[in-house]
């Protein structure tokens, strides 16, 4: 039983069509619950700054143009396992590789505009929740 916190986001496409409620409930389904949550309009500087390990990538411009396309919703989930399990959860980056039940095979529109972003490593998660979050914001 390790519980540990993740860092997530409901990205532009997600705002867009007012599903977060939906993904939020694959969530909670899932396990993992919402310590800290808000929305808020990413700047091209914050989203590069959140990407700086892809910025050598041909997507790179495309996806940061995306991430502030529109708001998004930041969230702390924890649970057991949960940088695993939200990763399982969200499903392959590319929605046609995605798994039956994951969020991005539900949901996702393109391996761009694929839903929802979540930490790919526990050091990454503290990294990325402390990008946007402070402690007093994070109520387990
Ligand atoms: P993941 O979000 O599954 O961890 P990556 O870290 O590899 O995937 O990529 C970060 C984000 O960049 C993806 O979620 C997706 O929005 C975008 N992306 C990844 N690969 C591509 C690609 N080949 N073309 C366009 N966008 C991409
Ligand atoms: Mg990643």
Redesign the pocket.
Known sequence: MTIQRTFSILKPDATARNITGKINAKIEHAGLKIVAQKKLMLTLEQAQGF?AV?KERA?FN??CSFMISGPVVVQVLEGENAVEKYRTLMGS?NPTNAEEGTIRKEFAES??A?TV?GS?SLENAAIEISYFFSSLEIVG
């Open positions: 990407y892809h997507f495309d996806l980056t391996i761009e694929n972003h790919d």
